[in-house]
């Protein structure tokens, strides 16, 4: 059971009611879409460099409207998108055939993944790990399904606002990670969890989120043992 006696489906159930109802408006904030080929540019440049050379295998958790997804095929990496919305991944679908790019989208379960073991190189996931109501049970599961020696790669951040956000005032207790965390809590957590070698880097750079980040921001990594 979660904090205030609800189970874990049914905060899941709230967050995907929430994200379906946000799937059109997404990609109108700067901080989530691309707006400019600077931004474009930006994003191509953090991601990477920590995700390296292509093509890997990468499975994109929590991937929304394919925001990520996306940008990691234009580096030639080969990519599977995953979330838990219906609306957001009919939006990540649609840019798929306006594109030139070869990305495959998937419903499911960040914490209950279908995926195989050792299927991927890498997971890479963008301010998820706060929506999430058993947050260690999603790491154990990214890392069964990334092969030995494979990579994390999570941008998150920790914002701490003094209201909860619209449609999470009833499940906020129940996020253990709600707020995000600040670079070295989540680190800690991540390394008890198993990663090895993590490792941050503040993403303040105002041209990736077309505005001054308004809170703190960051990408993590970390190696899931051999």
Known sequence: MTGRGQTGEDVKEVVQQYWDG??????????????????????????????????????????????????????????????????????????????DRSVEFQRGDAENLAQSDDAYDLVTARHLIWTLPTPERAIDEWQRVVRPGGRLVL????????????????????????????????????????????????????TLWGQEPNYEKYVMVGDVPE
Not at 48 to 74: F, H, K, M, N, Y
Not at 163 to 178: C, K, N, Q, R, S
Request: glycine share 10%; net charge negative.
């Open 155 to 206: 941008i998150e951040g920790h914002w701490d606002f003094a209201e909860v956000f619209e449609g999470y005032e009833e499940i906020h207790d129940d996020l253990p990670l709600y707020d995000g965390r600040p670079l070295e809590e989540l680190a800690a957590f991540l390394s008890t969890q198993g990663l090895e070698n993590v490792e941050y880097e503040p993403l303040a750079e105002s």
């Open 22 to 99: 946000r799937a059109d408006s997404f990609d109108d904030d700067s901080q989530h879409g691309i707006h400019s080929d600077e931004q474009r540019e930006a994003w191509l440049s953090v991601l990477g460099l920590w995700t390296g050379e292509p093509p890997q295998r990468i499975l994109d958790v929590g991937c929304g409207t394919g925001v990520i997804s996306l940008l990691l095929a234009e580096l030639g990496h080969d990519v599977t998108g995953v979330d838990f919305s219906s609306e957001m991944l009919e939006r990540a679908r649609a840019k798929v055939e306006q594109s």
